[in-house]
């Protein structure tokens, strides 16, 4: 059974099989964040864009742990940059690790991050196959058609981002529900700076047809 702890923001843990993974590791900075940087235990960090708010902490966690950085080509190459292990994926492309598979998912979203974060690259998402079950975390995105082909592959778990203003809002995260066709949807990115104040429960109460858990910071669910 694999172990999926919500860190804030769009920042989820997933322990499987004696191996840790972390997905957008936006901590130092976030004023609701479930954990500290420094008190991390991964093996792998999985990178959808390069935006602060979920680049984060991954060269920190990165060195502490010698982990392997997961993303799209133009993130890996950051990081290797930085000498952090990395492994170059991009969308469409699909890896078996050793806790599972890795398929990136377009993510319709920007890339350029200012500063040295401005890497370039496309955001993705991530369809993740671990212990038999297969998990979805869209990232930051709009709305768009092809999640219907995401749906096909079987989604266990829909991790979505509603807060709006970035991303898509409640009702369009209910229509991508739809497209989805997942057996249980877990909100992300909101609520966490005033740009994207929403209120989780109103978007509980437009999903049909899937379980929707509001996770607060620091609840688990077992997959
Ligand atoms: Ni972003
Ligand atoms: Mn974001």
Not at 6 to 11: A, F, P, R, T, V
Not at 26 to 55: C, E, M, Q, R, S
Not at 183 to 209: A, C, Q, R, W
């Amino acid at each position: 059974m694999a172990t999926i702890k919500y860190l804030g923001h769009s920042c989820f843990t997933i322990a499987t099989g004696g191996k840790n993974l972390i997905i957008d590791p936006f901590l130092t900075g976030n004023p609701l964040a479930g954990a500290k940087a420094a008190d991390i235990k991964a093996d792998y960090i999985l990178v959808t864009h390069g935006h602060g708010d979920h680049f984060g902490d991954t060269i920190e966690i990165a060195k502490n742990n010698n982990a392997t950085v997961i993303g799209p080509n133009e993130i890996a190459v950051f990081c290797q940059s930085k000498g952090v292990s990395a492994h170059n994926m991009h969308i469409g492309g699909g890896w078996d690790f050793p806790f599972g598979r890795v398929k990136l998912t377009i993510a319709h979203h920007g890339y350029s991050a200012g500063g040295e974060l401005d890497m370039g690259g496309s955001p993705c998402g991530f369809i993740l196959t671990i212990e038999g079950k297969k998990i979805y975390h869209a990232g930051d995105t709009g709305l768009f058609m092809d999640m219907q082909i995401i749906g096909e592959e079987g989604i266990d778990l829909a991790m979505l981002p509603i807060g709006d203003n970035f991303t898509m809002g409640i009702d369009d995260a209910a229509r991508a529900v739809e497209f989805i066709k997942p057996k249980k949807v877990v909100p992300m990115h909101y609520n966490t700076f005033d740009l994207i104040k929403v209120d989780p429960e109103e978007f509980k109460s437009k999903v049909k047809g899937a379980e929707c858990i509001i996770m607060a910071v620091g609840d688990t669910i077992e997959l």
